[in-house]
């Protein structure tokens, strides 16, 4: 139970490579994620609004704009990956947190979604039934 209790403490079971120089430290405690993920996660809070603002929304419209949100995130580690430039914290927590908003879309959309297909079983069946 107690490594269950660290791993979650430490997020040891998130996939980061939890490099020190791109992670934040205050007082000298580093955080178990680097700045991008840090964002991501914080990008995910986009959720509870999104269900309430995106309720009629078309699914291809909100996946698409998902979709699109995760471009700057995508081109960002690409362009590093390949040696063309070096990105920094700022815009690593900035490509982060619009790429996990983006998720969130694609998050929402697939949920609304699921929603609309139960509901439309739910007809088909009553349909039959009647």
Known sequence: MKEYFDAVITL????????KERSLVIRGKQFPMCYRCMSILLGYLAVVP???LAADVSFIKLFVVGVLLNFPMVIDGYTQLRGWRVSNNFLRSLTGLISGMG?????????????????????????FMA
């Open 103 to 127: 998720m969130s879309c694609i998050i929402v959309a697939g949920s609304f979604q699921f929603h609309r297909a139960i509901k439309g079983f739910a007809n088909l069946i009553e349909f």
């Open 50 to 52: 999104l269900l309430w």
């Open 12 to 19: 040891r079971f998130f996939p980061c490579h939890r490099k």
